[in-house]
């Protein structure tokens, strides 16, 4: 198996990732995915979603071996949390 090496900068693939997301993909994906993973193929624009990171990537790597994936949670500025929640009294 190759090693996939990236080819933008930190911030470029994360510029280049939140600009796919938010102009061509959040408004297919919003309403009826929330908390769901989208990964997102940098260089194509091409996307998958599914509950699960890895799944999600896999279908996308399926159709695209050598992508370059931002993944970005449905609803959420955050893809993982780390540390405790407070229960919210309802």
């Not at 769901?36 to 193929?41: M, S």
């Not at 194509?44 to 279908?59: L, M, P, Q, W």
Request: with cysteine; proline share 3%.
């Amino acid at each position: 198996m190759a090693v996939r090496q990236p080819r933008y900068s930190k911030e470029e693939f994360a510029q280049r990732g939140d600009l796919i997301y938010q102009t061509q993909i959040r408004p297919q994906v919003e309403l009826d995915n929330q908390g769901k993973i989208v990964a997102i193929d940098l260089e194509t624009g091409d996307f998958e979603v599914d509950a699960r990171e890895i799944a999600a990537c896999n279908k996308l790597e399926s159709r695209h071996p050598d992508a370059q994936i931002w993944i970005v949670r449905v609803g959420s500025r955050h893809v993982r949390r780390f540390g405790g929640r407070t229960k919210r009294v309802v």
